[in-house]
């Protein structure tokens, strides 16, 4: 079966410092991959998502993700974070052909001054 | 921006209550999806549909029902609320294919006395 770790529950990042979340899929296939944001009181924004081709992938408000296939990780990236990057973020993948999404727990990262 | 809306956004009733949770999307798309989130914890689906009068259930058991009579339509039902049912339900939608971005509402956070 399909599933999806981010090893990280919470992150507690400077701004203007860069920020790396984790995530790790178990798939037989190739994978397809996304990650989320979820701000406070809003429904889950897309941010990137890979399904072939170069392996880093750019996505919006500056993110990219990395996908490494001998790792099985997607692990997504930012520079430099802004106080807006607080919110918590899901990595999910793609378990059937029917665009059923399997999610991971999420990574909640507060951004301090 | 996505445009997909669900009622209400937060609700709180009393156990016994007949609650239906309200979703509908502008961008007609065939597949409409619901998500239950509880902190700190994946999004687990609980009923998906790939068109109209298809609905199927999800990976994680729910005592709700979904009906799909219109495309744009696909409401939640809980015939009578507990404190278990407590949460918040997420509901998106998706062009075809396993490709395709998935449009996520804002939620609705249900809380059952």
């Known amino acids: 079966a399909q599933s999806v770790t981010q090893p990280d529950i919470h992150i507690t990042v400077s701004e203007g410092a860069s920020l790396e979340l984790r995530c790790n899929y178990s798939y037989g296939a190739t994978p397809y991959l996304f990650w989320y944001v979820q701000s406070p009181g809003q429904g889950l924004q897309l941010l990137l998502k890979?399904?072939?081709?170069?392996?880093l992938v750019q996505g919006i408000k500056g993110f990219e993700a990395e996908f490494k296939r001998s790792q099985s990780s997607f692990n997504l990236r930012k520079p430099s974070v802004h106080w807006s990057d607080a919110a918590e973020y899901f990595c999910a993948v793609a378990s059937d052909s029917w665009g059923k999404l399997q999610f991971g727990a999420g990574t909640q990262v507060v951004v301090t001054p | 921006e996505a445009d997909i809306y669900q009622t209400p956004r937060y609700l709180v009733i009393g156990t016994g209550k007949k609650i239906t949770l309200e979703c509908s999307q502008t961008m007609g798309h065939d597949k409409m999806y619901w998500y239950q989130q509880d902190p700190g914890m994946e999004l687990h689906l609980i009923h998906y549909s790939y068109g109209v009068n298809s609905t199927e259930k999800g990976d994680l058991s729910s005592e709700s029902t979904v009906s799909r009579i219109r495309t744009e339509h696909f409401p939640l039902t809980l015939e009578s609320a507990r404190p278990s049912h407590t949460s918040q339900y997420l509901c998106?939608?998706?062009?075809?294919?396993?490709?395709?971005?998935?449009?996520f509402g804002e939620g609705s956070r249900l809380t059952v006395l």
């Open positions: 998106a939608s998706r062009t075809g294919g396993n490709t395709g971005e998935l449009f």
């Open positions: 890979y399904f072939s081709g170069d392996t």
